[in-house]
Structure formats: C-alpha cells, structure tokens
C-alpha cells in the first residue's frame, strides 16, 4: 500500500523587485516562499499575535496607540491588530507587490479582508529598511517581521536593520517610550546585545513553544530617552 502525501502546488509565481516570490497550497495550507526560503504558512500565527500583544502590552495602556507592522507576510498580524479596538492608526509597510496583491483580491484575501477595509489601516508598498530610514513620522510601536530572525535574513540588504544604526533608524520612529518587538525564528542573544548598546532599554525575549525545535521568540525593547 501506497501512502499518499499532498504536494504543494504553485498558486502564484513572480519576479519581483527583490527576486523570486511564490504563492502556494500544500494541503490546507498557504505558504509564501522568497529565492527558494520558506517564509511562512497559515498554519498557526501564534507568535505573530504575541508580537502584537507584547507589544501593546508594553505601553502601559497609552491611548489609541499607532502601530507600524514590517511585513505583511500571510496577515496574522495585521488581522489580529485589526481586531483589537484599542489600537489606533495601523501602518503596515510591504515592499513586494506580489504579497499585497494576494491579500487585496487573492488567496490571501480570506485572512486579512476585514482588517484591509479597517479606516485605521494603511498599507504602504516600500522597504522597510529605507522606511525608517527615510520617515519623519512616529509611531508608538514598531512590530518588525521581515526575516526569519536577525541573524537569518531574507536578503542582504535586511542585514543592517538589526545593526547599532539601523536600530538607531528604529529608536528615531518611535515616540517617547515607544516599543520595538522583533519576530525571530530563534534566541539571539547577540541581537539583545545590540539593542543594548542601541540605547534600548527593558530588552527582553518572549518565547513561543512550536511543534518542532527551538521556540519561536519576539524580542521587545523600549526606545531610548
């Protein structure tokens, strides 16, 4: 007797401005993969919640908060911000137009329908890296999800966001007491170091259990001064 398996299947393949990026069902499942990497799938969204949650968590109940989401990835944490009513002003910023065009009227649509047509969402389609770079605007929160941890990145050019500088571009759009919450397939010590010498202060590290090897972690810190 033969076991029978499901094959992912490609649902959408493009070329996009940072290279290959695909679309496919494997199973009851979503999965988007970037230059042949895994990204990420449908299948829990459990550590993209806590990245929300932690960080709102640690505002101490300011106001209607802004929250500026790095990544739209399959949309947990857009939707999971979406529904909670506490939050004010949602920026999510998304540099591939591929990811963008499977929430608005793809597959991906059935996750994240509701939060696209929230009036306090806003999606902007740019790099993360040059976006908090370049922004004279603050946010109360940053919730930073566009690699699979700071020291395993989906293209070189991520690299330096996890850097002394780059978490200096971090510090910058963020309001007095602002919070950074960094999603990481893994521990990195090193990267609390970094936050440390960044000037962030409260740094520490959630974990979040997963079938399967090393917990999941969000990192969270509070900006300097």
Not at 91 to 105: F, L, N, S
Not at 201 to 225: K, S
Request: with cysteine.
């Amino acid at each position: 007797m033969t076991a029978s398996y499901d094959i992912p299947v490609v649902i959408d393949r493009r070329e996009g401005p940072y290279g290959e990026v695909v679309l496919r069902r494997h199973g009851a499942l979503l999965q988007i993969i970037a230059n042949g990497c895994f990204l990420m799938d449908t299948s829990d969204g459990r550590s993209e919640r806590l990245l929300v949650d932690a960080a709102y968590d640690a505002l101490d109940g300011r106001p209607a908060p802004s929250l500026l989401i790095g990544g739209l990835g399959v949309g947990f944490s857009l939707a999971h911000a979406a529904a909670d009513p506490r939050w004010g002003r949602i920026t999510v910023v998304e540099r591939e137009p591929a990811i963008i065009d499977w929430h608005r009227d793809g597959p991906l649509s059935v996750l994240s329908a509701g939060a696209l047509a929230d009036p306090r969402t806003e999606i902007v389609r740019t790099d993360l890296v040059a976006y908090v770079n370049e922004i004279s605007d603050t946010y109360d929160a940053l919730c930073l999800d566009i690699d699979n941890g700071p020291g395993w990145t989906v293209t070189d050019g991520n690299e330096g966001l996890y850097t002394k500088a780059g978490l200096a571009s971090c510090a910058r759009a963020l309001r007095p007491g602002g919070v950074l919450a960094v999603w990481s397939a893994q521990p990195s010590p090193e990267f609390e170091e970094t936050l440390r010498n960044a000037g962030f202060q409260r740094v520490r590290t959630e974990q979040i259990p997963v079938a399967r090897g090393v917990p999941d972690v969000v990192h969270l810190a509070i900006g300097p001064g």
